[in-house]
Protein backbone atom coordinates (compact mmCIF):
# COMPACT_ATOMS: atom_id res chain seq x y z
CA UNK A 1 0.00 0.00 0.00
CA UNK A 2 1.12 3.72 -0.67
CA UNK A 3 1.27 5.79 2.85
CA UNK A 4 2.57 9.14 3.66
CA UNK A 5 5.02 9.80 7.02
CA UNK A 6 6.26 13.49 6.91
CA UNK A 7 7.16 14.87 3.22
CA UNK A 8 7.62 11.13 1.64
CA UNK A 9 5.01 8.90 0.23
CA UNK A 10 6.02 5.50 -0.93
CA UNK A 11 5.09 1.55 -0.11
CA UNK A 12 4.56 0.38 2.97
CA UNK A 13 4.60 -3.12 3.78
CA UNK A 14 3.11 -4.17 7.20
CA UNK A 15 5.08 -7.66 9.26
CA UNK A 16 4.15 -10.23 7.54
CA UNK A 17 3.29 -11.93 10.81
CA UNK A 18 0.72 -9.45 11.01
CA UNK A 19 0.78 -7.41 14.48
CA UNK A 20 2.77 -4.98 15.78
CA UNK A 21 6.24 -4.20 14.20
CA UNK A 22 9.45 -5.11 15.99
CA UNK A 23 11.47 -3.01 13.50
CA UNK A 24 11.29 -0.85 10.58
CA UNK A 25 13.47 -1.13 7.67
CA UNK A 26 13.26 1.78 4.96
CA UNK A 27 15.02 1.57 1.42
CA UNK A 28 16.08 4.69 -0.16
CA UNK A 29 16.09 3.94 -4.39
CA UNK A 30 18.81 5.16 -6.69
CA UNK A 31 19.02 8.66 -8.89
CA UNK A 32 16.64 8.47 -11.37
CA UNK A 33 14.16 5.82 -10.02
CA UNK A 34 11.57 5.52 -8.02
CA UNK A 35 9.94 3.90 -4.93
CA UNK A 36 8.73 0.62 -7.31
CA UNK A 37 12.16 0.39 -8.30
CA UNK A 38 13.10 -1.37 -5.11
CA UNK A 39 9.87 -1.84 -3.28
CA UNK A 40 10.18 -5.52 -4.54
CA UNK A 41 13.16 -5.96 -1.90
CA UNK A 42 10.76 -5.93 1.24
CA UNK A 43 9.42 -9.61 0.08
CA UNK A 44 12.62 -11.23 0.72
CA UNK A 45 13.69 -9.39 3.58
CA UNK A 46 10.59 -10.17 4.96
CA UNK A 47 11.38 -13.75 5.25
CA UNK A 48 13.85 -13.55 7.50
CA UNK A 49 12.35 -10.13 9.08
CA UNK A 50 8.41 -10.91 9.61
CA UNK A 51 8.12 -8.64 12.33
CA UNK A 52 9.47 -5.63 10.09
CA UNK A 53 7.62 -3.20 8.52
CA UNK A 54 8.99 -1.88 5.62
CA UNK A 55 8.68 2.02 3.82
CA UNK A 56 10.39 2.47 0.61
CA UNK A 57 9.30 6.12 -0.13
CA UNK A 58 9.96 8.40 -3.38
CA UNK A 59 12.51 11.37 -3.61
CA UNK A 60 11.23 14.38 -2.68
CA UNK A 61 12.25 15.52 -6.36
CA UNK A 62 11.63 14.95 -10.17
CA UNK A 63 14.72 14.04 -11.81
CA UNK A 64 17.25 16.76 -13.21
CA UNK A 65 17.66 14.39 -16.30
CA UNK A 66 14.22 12.41 -16.38
CA UNK A 67 11.07 13.79 -15.26
CA UNK A 68 9.58 10.44 -14.86
CA UNK A 69 11.99 9.64 -11.95
CA UNK A 70 13.29 11.17 -9.05
CA UNK A 71 16.45 12.38 -6.96
CA UNK A 72 17.03 12.93 -3.41
CA UNK A 73 19.33 16.14 -4.68
CA UNK A 74 20.87 17.49 -7.85
CA UNK A 75 24.18 15.17 -8.71
CA UNK A 76 25.70 18.94 -9.20
CA UNK A 77 25.37 20.15 -5.22
CA UNK A 78 26.49 17.13 -3.41
CA UNK A 79 27.04 19.83 -0.43
CA UNK A 80 24.15 21.26 0.34
CA UNK A 81 21.50 19.02 -1.78
CA UNK A 82 22.22 16.49 0.82
CA UNK A 83 22.04 18.60 3.65
CA UNK A 84 18.20 19.83 2.05
CA UNK A 85 16.98 15.98 1.42
CA UNK A 86 18.25 15.18 5.11
CA UNK A 87 15.90 18.00 6.38
CA UNK A 88 13.07 16.16 4.93
CA UNK A 89 14.31 12.38 5.23
CA UNK A 90 14.73 12.42 8.87
CA UNK A 91 11.48 14.01 10.18
CA UNK A 92 9.56 11.46 7.97
CA UNK A 93 11.22 8.50 9.67
CA UNK A 94 10.86 9.83 12.48
CA UNK A 95 7.12 10.25 11.66
CA UNK A 96 7.00 6.76 10.70
CA UNK A 97 8.37 5.37 14.13
CA UNK A 98 6.58 7.88 16.29
CA UNK A 99 3.16 6.21 14.56
CA UNK A 100 4.67 2.50 14.72
CA UNK A 101 5.75 2.72 18.20
CA UNK A 102 9.23 2.57 17.69
CA UNK A 103 12.85 3.33 18.46
CA UNK A 104 15.75 4.05 16.62
CA UNK A 105 16.63 1.08 18.50
CA UNK A 106 14.60 -0.83 16.17
CA UNK A 107 15.24 1.33 12.83
CA UNK A 108 17.28 0.18 9.53
CA UNK A 109 17.99 2.69 6.75
CA UNK A 110 19.13 1.53 3.91
CA UNK A 111 19.53 2.38 0.29
CA UNK A 112 21.12 1.67 -3.20
CA UNK A 113 23.18 4.65 -5.02
CA UNK A 114 22.53 7.98 -4.46
CA UNK A 115 19.59 6.51 -1.93
CA UNK A 116 22.68 4.56 0.02
CA UNK A 117 24.55 7.71 -0.09
CA UNK A 118 21.45 9.01 1.38
CA UNK A 119 21.09 6.49 3.51
CA UNK A 120 24.68 6.71 5.43
CA UNK A 121 24.22 10.82 5.54
CA UNK A 122 21.13 10.67 7.60
CA UNK A 123 22.14 7.31 9.24
CA UNK A 124 25.46 9.08 10.81
CA UNK A 125 23.82 12.21 11.44
CA UNK A 126 20.78 10.43 13.38
CA UNK A 127 20.93 11.46 17.41
CA UNK A 128 20.37 8.63 19.03
CA UNK A 129 21.28 6.99 15.68
CA UNK A 130 19.69 3.86 14.26
CA UNK A 131 20.50 0.11 15.20
CA UNK A 132 21.75 -0.63 11.21
CA UNK A 133 22.92 1.42 8.31
CA UNK A 134 23.34 -0.76 4.78
CA UNK A 135 24.39 1.37 1.66
CA UNK A 136 24.41 -0.86 -1.84
CA UNK A 137 26.89 1.04 -4.50
CA UNK A 138 27.04 4.35 -2.47
CA UNK A 139 29.19 6.76 -0.90
CA UNK A 140 30.20 8.91 1.91
CA UNK A 141 29.14 12.29 0.61
CA UNK A 142 30.34 14.40 3.97
CA UNK A 143 33.05 12.67 6.60
CA UNK A 144 32.57 15.95 8.30
CA UNK A 145 28.73 15.52 9.03
CA UNK A 146 29.15 12.55 10.63
CA UNK A 147 27.84 13.16 14.27
CA UNK A 148 30.26 12.52 17.13
CA UNK A 149 27.80 10.00 18.86
CA UNK A 150 28.94 7.97 21.81
CA UNK A 151 26.59 4.98 20.24
CA UNK A 152 27.84 3.81 16.72
CA UNK A 153 25.82 2.43 14.06
CA UNK A 154 26.10 -0.65 12.38
CA UNK A 155 27.48 0.08 9.04
CA UNK A 156 27.78 -1.99 6.04
CA UNK A 157 28.56 -0.83 2.58
CA UNK A 158 27.94 -3.19 -0.34
CA UNK A 159 29.24 -2.52 -3.96
CA UNK A 160 30.65 -4.32 -6.92
CA UNK A 161 33.68 -4.50 -8.40
CA UNK A 162 32.95 -3.70 -12.06
CA UNK A 163 30.32 -0.41 -10.99
CA UNK A 164 30.90 2.12 -13.31
CA UNK A 165 28.56 4.67 -12.40
CA UNK A 166 29.65 4.97 -8.67
CA UNK A 167 33.07 3.57 -8.94
CA UNK A 168 34.16 0.50 -6.05
CA UNK A 169 37.28 3.11 -4.82
CA UNK A 170 34.39 4.72 -3.09
CA UNK A 171 33.66 1.65 -1.23
CA UNK A 172 37.37 2.20 0.82
CA UNK A 173 37.12 5.48 0.74
CA UNK A 174 33.92 5.29 2.88
CA UNK A 175 35.42 2.74 5.17
CA UNK A 176 38.46 4.64 5.97
CA UNK A 177 36.58 8.02 6.81
CA UNK A 178 34.32 5.82 8.76
CA UNK A 179 37.21 4.08 10.59
CA UNK A 180 39.00 8.03 11.80
CA UNK A 181 35.17 8.47 13.52
CA UNK A 182 35.27 5.33 15.34
CA UNK A 183 32.92 3.30 12.69
CA UNK A 184 34.21 -0.47 11.71
CA UNK A 185 31.85 -0.53 8.85
CA UNK A 186 31.56 -4.51 7.03
CA UNK A 187 32.45 -4.33 3.65
CA UNK A 188 31.36 -6.85 0.68
CA UNK A 189 32.75 -6.95 -2.47
CA UNK A 190 30.86 -8.19 -5.54
CA UNK A 191 33.29 -9.63 -7.48
CA UNK A 192 32.21 -8.85 -11.42
CA UNK A 193 29.18 -6.67 -10.46
CA UNK A 194 28.22 -3.66 -11.89
CA UNK A 195 25.88 -0.80 -10.43
CA UNK A 196 23.37 -3.02 -8.87
CA UNK A 197 22.50 -5.32 -6.11
CA UNK A 198 22.82 -8.85 -7.00
CA UNK A 199 21.48 -11.95 -4.62
CA UNK A 200 24.89 -12.73 -2.87
CA UNK A 201 24.50 -8.86 -1.60
CA UNK A 202 21.02 -9.30 -0.47
CA UNK A 203 21.76 -12.32 1.27
CA UNK A 204 24.85 -10.68 2.87
CA UNK A 205 22.84 -7.60 3.68
CA UNK A 206 20.17 -9.48 5.37
CA UNK A 207 22.62 -11.40 7.52
CA UNK A 208 23.91 -8.35 8.52
CA UNK A 209 20.46 -6.88 9.99
CA UNK A 210 19.50 -9.88 11.63
CA UNK A 211 22.70 -9.01 14.16
CA UNK A 212 21.43 -5.65 14.63
CA UNK A 213 17.96 -5.63 14.53
CA UNK A 214 15.20 -6.78 17.00
CA UNK A 215 13.85 -9.81 15.74
Not at 58 to 75: E, K, T, V, Y
Request: glycine content about 12%; hydrophobic content about 45%; aromatic content about 6%.
Amino acid sequence: MIREFGQLSGFFTAPARGGDPSSLIVIMHGWGADASDLADLAYPISVRFPGAAFFVPNAPDACSMNPMGRQWFDLGDVTDGPQAAARVILPSVQAACDELGLDSGALALTGFSQGGMMSLHCGLAMDPPPAAIVSFSGALLQKDAIAGLETRPAVMLVHGTDDAVVPFSMMETASDSLAEHGIEATCVSRPGLGHGIDPDALTAAIDFLADALPG
